[in-house]
């Protein structure tokens, strides 16, 4: 328990704790049978992971770590929630391990498969942590990575306002979004960023539920954190409620001697706790008589219990006493944020309660036996779902059938889709950077008045400004629920900005924290599952920044979140900016992450053309299993991440043909076609496209037929070229990917050179396609500062290294103009 000492102590009674209201007649009638369900969820849960490892064969001899003592400590809160507190429009983010308390409860409720528990942890089974697109009982968010499903949570209250302030959904009833986390998750930074920006953001309707077992994986916590956290959490304007005594012991502490016990429990280390729930009655009863026995009343207080009772007495923390969460749960009559800070036992009910290395502890069978025992569960009958209840089992159903949380019909919802042009207008300037036409694209968008740019909704760290959102943040305004002027504009200051706040305003400005960007793109890009209302949300960020949210963002992904990521400037193409701001892994991020379509365009024509394809992309329906077919996500959709950079580069001046739009969203195009005794090919992406246009001339005339390949994205270049193998090895032998249909002409003995300003091997691939000599030029070290011309030459990324590559890999007369750049 908190080491705070008594005087604190005294503080934590009263207020902090939950005020005890008399259960209602209904509770009442019901709490019998939510004691069922306890022993139900507790029993499924760990039956669940034992069959998993003892049962079902388990040949890779992995143990199912992690879930047993951890489900455990959750159980009697999540019964409380989901069979008594939970309205359908509530959203829960469930803690990681206690995935098979969560598949247990829905298993109950008749939204999950015997099946697919009998199979967890195994192919296409229940999975080991709740994952929206993995499982089929309807995850509202998945978690996995702690921190992250906590945060999103607090986002999606977020969106949930932003949604409701623009008009939409009003048709529903507002849900609180809810956290179940584990102690530990609380040392995760990305938790303490979005209470800060939750804090800026006016957060309402959302709830964390914090298993305060004292435990984290290797080992018992330190003590007093709960009085940090309830500072930290008062300071940011919310609720916290400290559920930390059962009703057994609030009975016990009424009794003659009962304020000493409660000194006692509130004095105890956690670690000597846990040692004692681990003991169990005898040596509670050993430790309570030599500390605070008096021969009176305190040692009567003990003496009257039995072992067991003693034990139970002890173990009986609010966290597992239903009446005093539930008190908790419905003592909250406002909309404020909430921390509920509940004593738990990790473990509880099961015989490594509260041993410190009982994280990954299992049961053995033997262990099993005696639970079944407890539980009066038949061999052969472990799956039943009323089996071994003392209620019969008609009641038990008819109260399920009035459980609120599952009487909401389907919980993930539809929106329709928002048309998108095939193009978007923009006006290029002779001289431009993908992220000025960036800038442009959007200005015109806000301009109009098209349900597209309505639903829209932008987002940036602190670099609004700097990533060139601010002509559209000047027509759409910032987004708050309380409107607030520009005082700059209304004491009539000359600004380039208008920074006025609204509730119909489309941009979110955030703190610099990346993570939280993030995040909320994440709960942005939920909003037509979670509120039925479609958001196209577009984030902005420097690139070098994605890898600060890089977990963030592939949680995002996993839950198959629907954004469009904006990531600009980038490369040592930022030349004066140094190396601190200069990426370089960046683009393999592009082709590695799965459910981020990358592009890298060079002109703001094929910027246009990506924009207007990623606002329909994002939009696909992602249901169906991904499959070699749709290996691109062209039916099944996906986000998008764009990099772009602030280099003005010279624009072509040609028609936008249908053709060269798919070949841009494709993945490249030739920009000069290869000759028959193509000699070379240069393979450029992004803003060394001058370098690689210049060396391709200069190489011209001595070597023969050089093509200039424009790489739009080589990520999806790189995923349709796998996609070919895989249906070719599928029999479908006339398969062809986009690159093997470029590179078709192409002579065996030519040299592929490839250039972009990031690391090389995310072009490396190319030789491989048609088997050709292949020279990848990039970045491979830190940058710094310099010119632009000074950088690439330094990094080898310049026309003269493009021309000196090409030399090298198709050897032939010397290059003349090499000399001269
Ligand atoms: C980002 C991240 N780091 C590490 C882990 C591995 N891990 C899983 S649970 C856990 C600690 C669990 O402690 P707590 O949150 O208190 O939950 P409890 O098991 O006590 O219920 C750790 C370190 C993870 N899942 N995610
Ligand atoms: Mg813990």
Redesign the pocket.
């Known amino acids: 328990m908190g080491h705070a000492g008594a005087a604190a102590d005294a503080g934590l009674t009263g207020e902090t704790l939950t005020k005890h209201m008399m259960p209602s007649p209904s509770l009442t009638r019901d709490l019998p049978i939510l004691a069922e369900l306890e022993r139900k969820v507790l029993w499924l849960a760990s039956w669940t992971i034992h069959h998993a490892n003892h049962v079902r064969e388990n040949t890779d001899g992995l143990k199912v770590g992690g879930h047993q003592a ?1 489900s455990a ?1 959750l159980a009697t809160i999540m019964t409380a929630l989901y069979f008594h507190s939970l309205r359908p429009a509530d959203r829960v983010a469930v803690k990681p391990h206690a995935a098979p308390n969560f598949h247990a409860i829905q298993y109950l409720l008749g939204r999950q498969s015997r099946d697919k528990l009998e199979n967890f942890r195994g192919y296409k089974g229940a999975q080991s942590y709740p994952s929206r697109t993995k499982d089929a009982d309807d995850v509202d968010f998945s978690t996995g990575s702690v921190g992250l499903g906590v945060a999103q949570t607090l986002f999606a209250s977020l969106t949930q306002d932003y949604v409701r302030a623009h008009g939409w959904g009003a048709d529903r009833p507002e849900g609180r979004m809810i956290a179940l986390l ?4 609380l040392d995760e930074g990305n938790i303490f960023e979005a209470i800060l920006e939750g804090w800026k953001q006016g957060l309402r309707n959302c709830w964390w539920i914090v ?6 994986l290797d080992a018992v ?1 330190r003590e007093g954190l709960w009085e940090r956290y309830q500072s930290l959490f008062r300071n940011f304007g919310w609720d916290v409620v400290v559920v930390k005594y059962g009703s057994l012991q609030q009975a016990a502490f009424a009794e003659p001697g009962g304020e000493v016990l409660r000194q006692w429990i509130d004095r105890c280390p956690n670690q000597l706790y846990s040692a004692l729930v681990f003991q169990g009655g005898a040596a509670w009863r050993k430790r309570l008589l030599d500390e605070i026995g008096d021969q009176g009343p305190v040692t009567q207080l003990i003496e009257r219990r039995s072992d067991d009772e003693l034990a139970q007495l002890m173990n009986n923390l609010g966290g597992h006493d239903l009446a005093a969460i539930i008190d908790a749960f419905d003592g909250i009559d406002h909309e404020r944020p909430v921390c509920f800070i509940a004593y ?1 036992i ?1 473990g509880y009910g099961l015989p490594f309660a509260g041993h410190k290395d009982n994280h990954a502890g299992l049961m053995t069978p033997a262990q099993m036996e005696t639970l079944r025992a407890a539980m009066n569960i038949r061999p052969g009958h472990e799956w039943d779902r009323f089996e071994g209840l003392r209620q019969p089992a008609e009641k038990i159903q008819a109260f399920l059938d009035r459980v609120s949380f599952a009487r909401g019909g389907e919980r993930r919802l539809q929106a329709p889709r928002i048309d998108v042009p095939a193009e978007l207008a923009v006006t290029l300037q002779s001289q431009m950077s993908t992220q000025l036409g960036f800038g442009a694209l959007l200005n015109e968008l806000a301009r109009g008045t098209t349900p597209l740019a309505a639903r829209i909704v932008t987002a940036s760290p602190d670099v609004t400004v700097s990533t060139s959102l601010g002509p559209w943040v000047n027509r759409r305004k910032l987004f708050a629920r309380e409107a607030l002027a520009d005082t700059f504009k209304s004491e009539r200051i000359p600004s380039t900005f208008n920074w006025e706040f609204s509730p119909a305003g489309q941009h979110i400005e955030l703190g610099i924290a990346e993570m939280n960007l993030f995040a909320l793109l994440s709960a942005l890009g939920l909003s037509h599952a979670i509120n039925g209302e479609r958001l196209l949300p577009i984030g902005t960020l420097y690139d070098p920044f994605i890898a600060r949210g890089l977990d963030a963002l592939n949680y995002a992904c996993y839950q198959d979140a629907r954004f469009i990521l904006v990531a600009t400037p980038s490369g040592i193409t930022l030349a004066p900016e140094g190396g601190a701001h200069q990426s370089i892994v960046e683009p393999l991020i592009g082709i590695g992450q799965d459910g981020l379509a990358a592009f890298e365009p060079a002109f703001v024509d094929e910027l246009a053309v990506i924009l207007a394809f990623a606002l329909d992309y994002i939009q696909r329906d992602g249901g169906g299993e991904l499959s070699e077919r749709n290996w691109l996500r062209d039916e099944t959709g996906g986000s998008v991440y764009l990099r772009l950079s602030t280099r003005p580069i010279e624009q072509i001046k040609r028609e936008m043909t249908a053709e060269l739009r798919q070949a841009i969203v494709d993945g490249a195009y030739w920009l000069r076609k290869p000759g028959p005794n193509c000699q070379v090919v240069v393979a450029y992406t992004g803003a060394v496209a001058p370098e690689a246009i210049q060396a391709v001339g200069l190489m011209a005339e001595d070597r023969r037929d050089v093509g200039l390949l424009a790489v739009t994205s080589a990520d999806r270049l790189n995923a349709g070229w796998a996609a070919a193998w895989r249906a070719r090895e599928r029999g479908l032998v006339q398969a062809r990917s986009h690159i093997e249909r470029l590179f078709a002409g192409l002579p065996r003995h030519c040299g592929i050179v490839s250039v972009l300003d990031g690391h090389p091997a995310t072009l490396a691939w190319l030789g491989a396609v048609e088997g050709h000599r292949m020279r990848p030029l990039g970045v491979e070290h830190f940058g710094q500062t310099g010119s632009i011309a000074e950088l690439y030459r330094h990094y080898g990324i310049d026309t003269h290294a493009i021309i000196a590559a090409a030399e090298a890999i198709a050897p032939g007369r010397p290059i003349r103009h090499l000399g001269v750049v």
Do not use: L
Request: overall charge negative; cysteine-free; proline content about 0%.
């Open positions: 951890s400590s584990g102690d530990a998750e298993d305060y077992n004292r435990q984290s916590v738990t990790k």
